[in-house]
């Protein structure tokens, strides 16, 4: 899990969400500012009751998010700030248990790592 003072608060989310600009994928989207004063990136994830009904698979897309960042963190450029905000087929690809065939961390590292190919 990323560092508090590494995430967003409230306030910086609603501000995110009014001025930013936005990369979709299929099943996660990322809203971002890019804010010259600010020293460190700082990064935040949403997973709304579309996602999935449950607090419990919820909390778990949230937190594989935040284990993914932790290690891309150092690849992120300094002064974007944003959120991440998972869809409603986001639970089967990214929160699913790993077999041969589904990794769902690697999927969501691969996603994560294509959006931020297209910021840059």
């Known amino acids: 899990m990323l560092p508090k003072n590494n995430r967003n608060d ?3 989310v609603e501000k995110v969400f009014k ?3 936005f990369v979709n994928s299929a099943n996660i989207s990322f809203k971002y500012l ?3 004063t600010a ?3 700082k990064i935040s994830f ?4 579309t996602a999935s009904k449950k607090a419990v698979d919820r909390n778990k897309l949230r937190r594989r998010g935040y284990a993914v960042i932790k290690k891309l963190y150092k690849t992120i450029p300094n002064g974007v700030t944003g959120c991440f905000v998972f869809g409603k087929k986001s ?3 990214f ?4 077999t041969l065939k589904n990794n769902p961390i690697s999927n969501l590292e691969n ?6 190919s297209k910021i840059n």
């Open 10 to 12: 409230r306030k910086t």
């Open 19 to 21: 001025e930013g600009f």
């Open 34 to 36: 890019f804010i010259k």
């Open 39 to 41: 020293i460190s990136p």
């Open 46 to 49: 949403i997973s709304p009751k």
């Open 91 to 93: 639970l089967p690809v």
């Open 95 to 98: 929160g699913g248990k790993k």
């Open 111 to 116: 996603e994560i790592k294509n959006i931020f």
